[in-house]
């Protein structure tokens, strides 16, 4: 069993910042990419940034210099900090890990967490 979690979301306003964290745990091990994609109502589920194990990382074209992807390999945690936040990045965001629990490398996928945010 994998368990992926996501927290830090909230309603936040304009130009303010929120940092969401997400936790694997479990019987996973070699996890290899992070990252943390959105979906909007409407919209199709878009990679906003993601991680590698090495700490190679790329963002959407819409968030690059405003949001900031982390992560600590022991504790298998990533996070992303997002500064200046716009009403456009209001999303439902998701927190993805790619990992082995013993074969194939996977993708698993927490609940997601919403984030709003006002004008």
């Known amino acids: 069993q994998v368990q992926v979690v996501e927290s830090g979301g909230g309603l936040v306003q304009a130009g303010g910042s929120l940092r969401l964290s997400c936790a694997a745990s479990g019987s996973i091990f070699n996890i290899d990419a992070m990252g943390w994609y959105r979906q909007a109502p409407g919209k199709q589920r878009e990679l906003v940034a993601r991680i590698t194990r090495s700490g190679s990382t790329n963002y959407v074209d819409s968030v690059e210099g405003r949001f900031t992807i982390s992560r600590d390999n022991a504790k298998n945690t990533v996070y992303l900090q997002m500064n200046s936040l716009k009403p456009e990045d209001t999303a439902v965001y998701y927190c993805?890990?790619?990992?082995?629990?013993?074969?194939?490398?996977?993708?698993?996928w927490g609940q997601g967490t919403q984030v709003t945010v006002s004008s």
């Open positions: 993805n890990v790619v990992g082995s629990t013993g074969r194939a490398m996977k993708n698993y």
